[in-house]
């Protein structure tokens, strides 16, 4: 078994165990050596040290991704350490924790003071190594051992959400107007500095925000929303992503946070998308039940983990 970080020349290497293994919603996918140059190695923090492989007899058996979050939207807090994707082929538990330990250890040599796993925050958190369609990190949800590979390397789950989906119908009608609220949709901008989500995080994606804006122009309610351009495009798929529901709490409970969310599943259903998904937290039995009136579903776990310091001494 070889344990090391990616060099040039492993990119077959990489697709074939992505291939493989990574699959789901928010998934690039199937993935070419040219995106993974693109959406990766592109990118322009990458760091060829935090992208960790297993090699059982020369063959490409795990990876783990290890990169940083923004505290500014803008460059890598190296205090802020968090594991952002896990592939792992079955009957190599093993190997896949190797690769997660030395992927922690490459985060510690950086300075990281926290390290979490699987952080699912839009835009992707650890926003330079994403490589997923939503840039949703997360682990190879369908291998069997894949929260017992976590358990070994010392992480605990801190919490858990869901990820879920609806199919666009396509009768969908314009929500009716809010007396004193207007609709606006235009891009997302980052709240720290104002710049696009290709410019703070890399990713090509064109994502909007869609808000309920007062006589003041103050935002009372809003949804952010995107297409899965890559995923789309890989798979075939017309898939959106929707994030960052809310309104006002004096709104709760009148109806405008389903006419927004009505209104911006219309929006994109227009544009092509057949289904939209979101994540929300898993104990929160108020947004799941908003969401499968909707007409949401859920299809399946994903987990926040947090590493065991303890284990790790000074």
């Not at 994707?85 to 990281?112: D, F, K, P």
Request: net charge negative; charged share 25%.
């Amino acid at each position: 078994m070889e344990i090391r970080a990616f060099r040039n020349g492993d990119e077959e290497a990489f697709v074939g165990l992505w291939n493989r293994r990574v699959n789901g919603c928010f998934a690039t996918g199937p993935l070419t050596a040219g995106v993974f140059a693109a959406d990766v190695m592109g990118k322009k923090h990458f760091e060829p040290e935090g992208l960790i492989f297993a090699f059982d007899q020369g063959r490409a058996v795990a990876f783990a991704h290890a990169g940083f979050k923004s505290s500014d939207y803008i460059e890598p807090d190296f205090r802020l350490g968090t594991v952002s994707m896990v592939a792992v082929e079955e009957n190599h538990v093993e190997a896949g924790a190797a690769a997660v330990a030395e992927a922690v250890s490459y985060l510690l040599r950086r300075g990281a003071k926290q390290i979490e796993a699987f952080t699912i925050d839009f835009p992707n958190t650890p926003f330079y190594n994403g490589l997923y369609g939503g840039e949703k990190a997360g682990m190879d949800e369908d291998h069997p051992g894949g929260l017992e590979l976590m358990r070994r390397c010392h992480f605990n789950i801190s919490k858990g959400g869901l990820i879920m989906e609806y199919e666009l119908p396509d009768d969908l009608e314009p929500a009716p107007e809010r007396k004193g609220l207007r609709l606006r949709v235009g891009p997302w901008k980052s709240p720290m500095d104002g710049r696009d989500p290709a410019e703070c995080y890399g990713i090509p994606e064109e994502v909007r925000r869609a808000s309920l804006l007062d006589a003041n122009d103050v935002e009372q309610g809003g949804i952010t929303f995107w297409h899965l351009e890559r995923h789309n495009r890989a798979s075939g798929e017309r898939r959106a992503v929707v994030s960052h529901v809310g309104v006002a709490p004096e709104l709760r409970g009148t109806g405008v946070a389903l006419a927004l969310q009505s209104e911006v599943h219309r929006i994109l259903r227009t544009e092509g998308a057949e289904r939209v998904s979101l994540g929300t937290p898993g104990g929160n039995g108020r947004a799941v039940s908003f969401y499968r009136k909707l007409g949401y579903r859920p299809v399946k776990a994903a987990y926040v983990f947090h590493l065991d310091w303890r284990h790790y001494g000074d």
